[in-house]
């Protein structure tokens, strides 16, 4: 579970980054979480975008990608949802 003091900084390294994923009618699925794994593993932070024509809920989307990619869930601003997890083999984020 991050803190304040460490989500206030992770939100600030992410400001600066773009999406790369996007979720879209086909909501959720074992495919897209997949990549997300990878994505974190890779980099730490990522942020994910919501397309309108997603049909799910953007709160209950944006917990289904934290839970299921065994992630923090940082920030959640409109359509743009920022995830974290620590890497194993690519430690770059400090959090203290």
Known sequence: ?????????LRS?????NPIFQVGKGGVN???I?????????RELIKVTILN???????????E???QSGAELVQKIGKIVVLYKESKENKSIELE
């Open 34 to 42: 997949t990549h997300i794994q990878e994505a974190l593993e890779a």
């Open 65 to 67: 990608l934290a839970e």
């Open 53 to 63: 024509n997603c049909l799910e809920d953007r709160e209950e989307v944006a917990r």
């Open 13 to 17: 390294l992410a400001h600066h980054l």
């Open 1 to 9: 579970m991050l803190t304040g003091k460490q989500k206030r900084y």
């Open 30 to 32: 074992d495919h897209l």
